[in-house]
């Protein structure tokens, strides 16, 4: 899947491809052309019918209907659906803001291997919050499985656990190892401030 999000700090942010527009547009296209044909029985559809509700892509923004077919992609499986209604029920976006609820479709796409998704469980893990009790080693845990499939935040939170020893043992040489590999993203991207704020720290780590 191209639609994606970032969870930053215990928020959660979404961002469009410009590929998921594409397929988006095609998607509302088919929807105005056929009708409720195209859109009932394929979450894939229902998924991107969402998207181009969202973002007022090829029709009206709507956010309650988005929210409207997001669940009925999740519902039938769809896992970046899932993530959308985790996002949707801890904003209230389109939807009574319920953190129960949101932590539930969030475990749902984390547990089916989600990046966005594990890293905001072990987020909500490492605050307590969203009803969740404070477990570090949970945390940790949940970072380290969205870090191992390359999610840059996560990699940076599990350099964070192994250097403060939350949720794992300390360990420099892997806070280093994991902050390394967050830096090699940031280099590819230009995203200098984040080279600097890593650098700076394993500096200190150094000392």
Not at 22 to 30: K, L
Not at 119 to 147: C, D
Not at 172 to 197: C, G, Y
């Amino acid at each position: 899947m191209d639609y994606y999000g970032a969870s930053v700090g215990h928020k959660l942010v979404l961002r469009i491809t410009d590929r998921n527009r594409a397929a988006s547009q095609t998607t509302i296209s088919n929807h105005n052309k056929y009708g409720t044909t195209v859109s009932q029985n394929n979450p894939e559809t229902l998924f991107h019918l969402g998207i181009c509700y969202e973002i007022g892509k090829g029709v009206e923004m709507n956010k309650y209907k988005a929210a409207e077919y997001f669940k009925k992609a999740a519902e039938q499986g769809h896992v970046d659906a899932q993530w959308h209604m985790g996002v949707c029920y801890y904003t209230g976006n389109g939807v009574a803001m319920n953190k129960v609820k949101a932590v539930e479709w969030v475990r749902k796409a984390a547990e089916r291997g989600h990046i966005l998704a594990q890293h905001s469980l072990g987020n909500f893990y490492l605050n307590g919050e969203t009803g969740l009790p404070m477990n570090k080693v949970k945390a940790a845990e949940w970072y380290q499985k969205s870090a191992n499939q390359g999610y840059a935040e996560a990699q940076f939170e599990l350099g964070v656990c192994y250097s403060k020893g939350e949720g794992v043992y300390m360990n420099k040489a892997k806070a280093i190892e994991w902050w390394k590999k967050r830096l090699s993203k940031d280099m590819q991207t230009h995203n200098l401030v984040w080279v600097f704020i890593i650098l700076l720290v394993q500096e200190c780590l150094l000392i």
